[in-house]
């Protein structure tokens, strides 16, 4: 991908434009430009990022379909190199280490010298092993025994040792059941998470279309001097018609003047403000076809 945005950003060179001039011209954020020569593609989702890279290609000379192309093939060669690697083991060696025990005569006055024979460091170990493993087995168990023994602090009813069996025999669904009773009680309403408000001021006849976290669409034509409220949790997606022009405040934070006299412009606005903001020209209606003679003869009734 940086291939890409160095050839992007050699062609724009070559041109004599900057950042600054190609954000006003194509409505992409400076941020996103700068994202796109440097081959950081994942700042937005796909299609707003390939859309953006075409506009870009296209303002600076390039084929922007070309580019897209070699991106994909690019990822799809990346991913095939990824699947055919084979995985690789790492085989850990845990370290030995060696004992050796010599045998050295205990002298004393008067007394033979006495010496450990070597074949007996087995025994030795072996015995050692086994207590420390019975004392290990030994705290394990008074361990289990203090917290069966403990009260449970969350208010849930303790269990003894006694009543185990009787558990048991209980069926499966009624201990599904009341388990589940349980949780239900114990279980708070989470706070509910703050709402985004956004508001609206028209500064003449306005059609818009709102989009409020991707399911509810709302169409409105709102006059000069009218304001108007909506409410989200996550997102608003904008749609200003053709010589609109509205100022948009989210929670009480200007965001600024919108709407173009020739071009149609697309709003995404978030918690973090405007994320997305690019517009498009609308295309002419298509003429009607003329209807045929033959279907404007106005037919008699049979007498």
């Known amino acids: ?77 990346r991913q095939a190199q990824q699947e055919a690697e084979p995985r690789k083991t790492v085989e850990r060696k845990t370290p030995t280490t060696s004992v050796s025990l010599k045998s050295r005569p205990l002298a004393a006055a008067g007394s033979t010298s006495i010496s450990l024979p070597i074949p007996y460091l087995k025994e030795i170990l072996i015995g050692f092993g086994m207590i420390l493993a019975a004392v290990l087995i030994f705290l394990i168990s008074r361990g289990g025994d203090r917290e069966a023994q403990t009260p449970l602090n969350d208010g849930a009813q303790t269990v003894n040792l006694e009543d185990a069996g009787k558990l048991q025999e209980r069926p499966f669904d009624q201990v599904s059941q009341q388990a589940q009773q349980q949780t239900e009680i114990k279980a708070e309403p989470s706070p509910a998470a703050s709402e985004l408000v956004l508001q609206a001021q028209f500064e003449n006849q306005t059609r818009l279309r709102m989009i409020r976290d991707g399911r509810d669409t709302t169409f409105t034509t709102s006059r000069a001097g009218e304001t108007k409220t909506w409410q989200a949790k996550e997102k608003f997606i904008l749609r200003i018609s053709t010589g609109g022009v509205v100022n948009l405040a989210l929670g009480g934070k200007n965001l600024g003047k919108f709407g173009q006299a020739s071009k149609i412009e697309h709003l995404t606005i978030t918690r973090e403000g405007i994320t997305v903001r690019f517009a498009v020209t609308p295309q002419p209606p298509k003429p009607r076809a003329a209807m045929p003679l033959d279907s404007l003869a106005i037919r008699r009734p049979r007498q």
Request: hydrophobic share 40%; proline share 3%.
């Open 1 to 77: 991908m940086k291939e890409i945005g160095v050839e992007i950003q050699h062609a724009r060179l070559a041109k004599g434009l900057n950042l600054e001039e190609i954000s006003h011209q194509t409505h992409i954020q400076l941020a996103h430009l700068q994202k796109i020569e440097s081959g950081q593609f994942d700042f937005l989702p796909r299609p707003y990022v390939v859309a953006f890279i075409k506009t870009f290609a296209q303002q600076v000379g390039l084929n922007g379909e070309a580019l897209i192309n070699r991106w994909r093939e690019t990822e799809q060669l």
